[in-house]
């Protein structure tokens, strides 16, 4: 009976600790693409980075998902599913916006930069934020 919760215990531990690898390791890759992509030289090599940035952003959005999930079943699920779409909607809200004046104020490579930015902050603070769950 003991051995068995243990195992439980250990297999969820192992779990979270999966997706909050997932979720730190995919955003640095999608960061790293960002910058990639004012460098490719034709259409093909456009086309591959989008491609593995798609992937690794298909990657990410599960896992989150479920760690939310998991902090809802603490926190109340309304309120942390609420707090997690709307950081969501002000990102697509702000980001066209916040880019186009980039864009506007630099030039057009300068906006990948400043997302590959955000992407690496935003990574450390998951990071920081998640540091309870790795002990």
């Known amino acids: 009976m003991h051995s068995g919760f243990l195992l439980k215990s250990t297999l969820m531990v192992l779990s979270v600790l999966r997706r909050i690898l997932l ?14 992509i004012p460098l490719t030289n034709n259409f093909g090599q456009l086309l591959v980075v989008l491609l593995i940035q798609g992937l690794s952003g298909a990657l990410v959005m ?6 939310t999930v998991n902090e809802g079943r ?4 309304g309120s942390t599913m609420g707090l997690f779409f709307l950081a ?17 104020w630099v030039n057009l490579d300068s906006v990948f930069y ?7 902050i935003g990574t450390v603070l ?7 769950y790795r002990g």
Do not use: C, E, H, N
């Open 23 to 36: 979720s730190s390791s995919t955003p640095i890759v999608f960061s790293m693409l960002l910058v990639a």
């Open 62 to 67: 599960p896992a989150a998902s479920a760690l």
């Open 74 to 77: 603490k926190y109340g699920m």
């Open 88 to 104: 969501m909607g002000i990102g697509m809200t702000l980001g066209p916006i916040i880019s186009g004046g980039i864009a506007d």
């Open 114 to 120: 400043f997302g590959a930015i955000m992407g690496l």
């Open 126 to 132: 998951f990071a920081w934020f998640t540091r309870q």
